[in-house]
């Protein structure tokens, strides 16, 4: 088993409308809070209404830094990436690499980068392959170095309503960001109609969606103000591992990302 935040790099993709800008904000508040230097990169240039730079404020409470699209937030058509991406990627794995024996003691036997704080990089990307091909203009920095690539799925979304198709989505997402999936996280909700049955009704879903592209699920996302309740247990100590023998890793989220009508 593995923690998907023990990379320099994660990136949370997936199609339009799972749920994937606030998990990346929930992922980016867990890192922060386990010590991590957290930096958000949102390269979400296809939906306006979703981005985790609108988030910046709330974000920088945290002590995680953002880099946003160029005009994202402002009036402008066609944001363009920032210059700053490259950089924040190589500075965080570089945080990971073993730290020179030169620099520590004899006494040390396993000099790790554990002697100075470990940066990392959480990737908003876009939905499906439009979005991908944002990421593929980093792909060879971010390949550089051990990556987590978490597919999102959403079984109440209704243009993937097969696991066939959910893994089409992927395929296409993976074509153009160049990058391949590591994990698969269930985020089937329903905003604030979710409830346990709905959760539980994508467990399947997400299962077979996990199988057919061979990947590992890396957990279920539950409402934070329901773990615990009806069955749900979640374990926010250790959230990120999978597979978990026959059991399913709950994660717990709060909603952070509201539509412009809510």
């Known amino acids: 088993m593995r923690a998907l935040l023990d990379a320099p790099v994660l990136v949370v993709t997936g199609h339009y409308g799972v749920g994937k800008t606030n998990l990346s ?31 910046r404020d709330l974000l920088g409470e945290r002590g995680v830094r953002v880099i946003a699209p160029v005009f994202a937030g402002t009036n402008l058509d066609g944001p ?11 500075q965080a794995q570089l945080s990971w690499l073993p730290t020179p024996a030169s620099v520590c003691g004899p006494s040390d036997p396993a000099p790790v980068a554990e002697l100075r704080q470990r940066h990392v990089v959480i990737i908003d990307a876009g939905g499906d392959d439009v979005g991908a091909t944002a990421l593929g203009r980093f792909a060879n920095t971010v390949a550089a170095a051990p990556y987590e690539l ?18 089409e989505v992927l395929r296409e ?27 539980e009704r994508g467990v399947p879903f997400a299962e077979a969606v996990a199988r057919l592209a061979g990947l590992p699920l890396a957990f279920t996302t539950v409402p934070a103000e329901a773990a615990g309740k009806d069955g749900l247990v979640a374990d926010r100590e250790n959230p990120h591992l999978g597979p978990n023998a026959e059991a399913v890793t709950r ?8 539509t412009p009508w809510q």
């Open 25 to 55: 904000l929930n992922l980016a508040f867990d890192a922060a809070a386990r010590g991590r230097q957290v930096t958000v990169v949102d390269l979400d240039v296809v939906n306006p209404f979703f981005r985790s730079s609108d988030y």
């Open 80 to 90: 363009s990436l920032s210059g700053a991406i490259v950089p924040a990627i190589e």
């Open 150 to 167: 978490l597919y999102v799925v959403n079984r109440s979304r209704n243009l993937t309503q097969e696991p066939a198709e959910a893994v």
């Open 173 to 199: 997402i993976e074509a153009k960001c160049r990058l391949s999936a590591t994990a698969v996280a269930n985020n089937t909700h329903l905003q604030g109609d979710t409830d346990a049955e709905v959760i």
């Open 251 to 258: 994660y717990p989220v709060r909603v952070y990302v509201r």
